[in-house]
């Protein structure tokens, strides 16, 4: 079975600059998290598409992030002007989430793509 | 939101010793889960627990989910070089918005 497909890897931009990430989630996965990694911290949720609607996103900086999750598949998250403490790594990760509770939390996480904003 | 503090922050393993963590919070939790990150890479998914009192293994891995359903402890055995890494404990607060804690640095003693 195919994992959480994450892409870029890698990304150095400039402040101002603007700067997008995409997400393959694993098959039939309902739902799909971004979380923003910083260097030491553990993983802080951005936010959580349930298909393609939005159950939480209390924690996105919405005048500068915005994501979505078209045909509740693949998701993209944006990033626009970006500035210096966006340095993070971004993660990506689905679940069942057919239900509450049990497998259906179980979220397994893509690679990352570590963002460096110079 | 919910916090989940997870202890110690960081320790020394050396290459055959027994390691225990834990990972503590103000409300109770349904399912706790325990992941474990490489550099480079995203967090991987060790154990997941669903009851409260159970007991759960992975190889050398153990888990087990807290009586009070307020925390749960991660134990591995005989610890080998590639057990160092970081490990987050999680868990679901409502609409199974998973959080995480800090997580546990586990480093060799040279």
């Known amino acids: 079975e195919a994992g959480v497909a994450q892409s870029p890897r890698y990304k150095i931009i400039e402040k101002r600059q603007s700067v997008a990430f995409w997400c393959n989630p694993i098959?039939?996965?309902?739902?799909l998290y971004w979380y923003q990694q910083i260097l030491g911290q553990g993983p802080k949720l951005l936010i959580q598409?349930?298909?393609?609607?939005?159950?939480?996103d209390s924690q996105l900086p919405k005048d500068r992030f915005s994501a979505e999750r078209l045909k509740g598949v693949d998701s993209t998250l944006k990033i626009q002007p970006a500035k210096l403490e966006d340095s993070a790594v971004y993660l990506c990760?689905?679940?069942?989430?057919?239900?509450?509770?049990?497998?259906?939390?179980?979220?397994?996480f893509g690679q990352g793509t570590r963002l460096t904003v110079v | 939101g919910q916090q989940l503090n997870q202890s110690p922050q960081s320790m020394f393993i050396q290459e055959g010793e027994d390691v225990s963590m834990n990972c503590t919070s103000s409300?109770?939790?349904?399912?706790w889960l325990w992941y474990k990150q490489d550099p480079g890479e995203g967090p991987v998914l060790l154990i997941a627990l669903y009851k409260a009192g159970e007991l759960t293994s992975n190889g050398r891995l153990t888990a087990q989910f807290g009586i009070t359903r307020k925390d749960s402890f991660l134990n591995i055995s005989a610890s080998i070089p590639s057990d160092v890494g970081i490990y987050f404990c999680?868990?679901?607060?409502?609409?199974?918005?998973?959080?995480f804690g800090a997580g546990t640095i586990l480093r060799v003693k040279s």
């Open positions: 409300s109770i939790f349904n399912t």
């Open positions: 999680a868990g679901p607060e409502y609409g199974n918005k998973l959080v």
């Open positions: 990760a689905s679940s069942l989430g057919q239900g509450a509770g049990g497998a259906n939390t179980e979220a397994f």
């Open positions: 598409f349930q298909n393609n609607g939005v159950v939480d």
């Open positions: 098959s039939g996965h309902a739902t």
